[in-house]
């Protein structure tokens, strides 16, 4: 099994920044992809950005989201199993449930999620 640590989340003013840490422990296969996904009260949970072992990223391509891309930064510390969302430049839209999700050939894990609020 894989668990994940979900850190960083918070109250923030707009235009300020935030770091997000999701931590993956257990039985880790070396070839996974970790990521960030959210979720805003009344819509559907979204991908934000993902990153593979191999180091590759994949931001949220979507006609109606925000530019999360030159906004936000995924990376990952493979000698950790850690992944991080630099976020900076929040809006109030970012507002939501921020989810850590692990995913292998074989399991998909998501984490408990942690709130990011940005206020006016």
């Known amino acids: 099994q894989v668990q994940l640590v979900e850190s960083g989340g918070g109250l923030v003013q707009a235009g300020g920044s935030l770091r997000l840490t999701c931590a993956a422990s257990g039985q880790i296969f070396s070839i996974n992809s970790m990521g960030w996904y959210r979720q805003a009260p009344g819509k559907e949970r979204e991908l934000v950005a993902t990153?593979?072992?191999?180091?590759?990223?994949?931001?949220?391509?979507?006609d109606y989201a925000d530019s999360v891309k030159g906004r936000f930064t995924i990376s990952r510390d493979n000698a950790n199993n850690t992944v991080y969302l630099q976020m900076n430049s929040l809006k109030p839209e970012d507002t939501a449930v921020y989810y850590c999700?692990?995913?292998?050939?074989?399991?998909?894990?998501w984490g408990q999620g942690t709130l990011v609020t940005v206020s006016s």
């Open positions: 990153i593979t072992s191999g180091g590759a990223t994949n931001y949220v391509n979507s």
């Open positions: 999700n692990f995913r292998s050939r074989v399991l998909e894990v």
